[in-house]
């Protein structure tokens, strides 16, 4: 069904032997997967590694299966070692660019809490919970409306903000796993370079151009990423990061072919 060319394959060993171990190992997870900037957790090392990494069955099959559709054909135009290069620094950039768009949004909810610290007011509470815990609004609701009415209610401030504080350090010590960033950048190339390839993809009725679909999935990828549905825990910005790193890689290249590694 694929013809697997040796770096695609090699990678494909690569991530499964890493969910192995992963799986296998105490904290194997933890060690590798990349957590946010600031966090007591945070590894240099975790930039590379973190994309070897896979929360699941379904995570790891998902990422592999895109990389054994797309990937053949970027390395027989690329050669194994561009390709290697291509995937590591889309992963690696991916990563970097939602590392720092985390550690912005961490920022921002440490300043509005200690605002709500300073001015224990039901406005600021709901400011925090708007921007910052949105899924969490019903639990926070009739908090919001019990420091409304009772503004100097001590014990309720504290409950308020033992809760912001423990979403904080919850979103603090959030790791990231995945190859998506590295694959996302891979999509972006496929349909540059091969972009009237007819694709199936479900759950579409009708088959459709590599250079419609990505563009279309990035758009899907950001939208989903602004309007962060509740109980979604997929960085959508990151994938949209992986395809900016593509697109700059692949511009990069062909304007250059003889300097690109």
Not at 215 to 231: R, W
Request: aromatic share 16%; net charge negative.
């Amino acid at each position: 069904m694929f013809q697997l060319t040796p770096t695609v394959r090699n990678l494909l060993i690569a991530n499964v032997v890493f969910f192995l171990l992963a799986n296998a190992l105490p904290g194997g997870l933890g060690l590798l997967a990349l957590y946010p900037v600031g966090s007591e957790f945070f590894q240099p090392w975790q930039f590379l590694t973190y994309m070897f990494m896979h929360a699941g069955i379904g995570h790891i099959f998902s990422n592999m299966f895109g990389l054994m559709v797309f990937g053949p054909l970027l390395e027989q135009r690329w050669g194994g070692q561009r390709f290697l290069v291509f995937w590591l620094i889309c992963g690696l950039g991916s990563g970097m660019l939602y590392s720092g768009l985390r550690y912005y949004e961490l920022n921002k909810m440490r300043h509005d809490i200690e605002v709500f610290q300073q001015d224990p007011s039901d406005v600021h509470l709901q400011d925090f919970v708007e921007n910052h815990a949105k899924e969490y609004e019903p639990a926070f609701a009739p908090v919001v409306r019990q420091l409304h009415a009772t503004p100097d209610n001590s014990g309720l401030v504290q409950s308020a903000l033992n809760s912001m504080q423990d979403l904080y350090n919850r979103s603090l010590n959030g790791p990231m796993v995945g190859a998506s960033g590295a694959l996302f950048g891979v999509l972006f190339a496929f349909a540059y370079l091969f972009p009237n390839t007819t694709l199936f993809i479900f759950p579409l009725p009708v088959p459709i151009k590599a250079k419609y679909l990505v563009p279309l999935y990035g758009l899907y990828e950001l939208y989903s990423g602004i309007h962060q549905a509740p109980g979604d825990n997929v960085a959508h910005f990151a994938h949209v990061a992986g395809l900016l790193v593509g697109f700059v890689l692949v511009m990069l290249w062909e304007r250059n072919r003889t300097q690109f590694y």
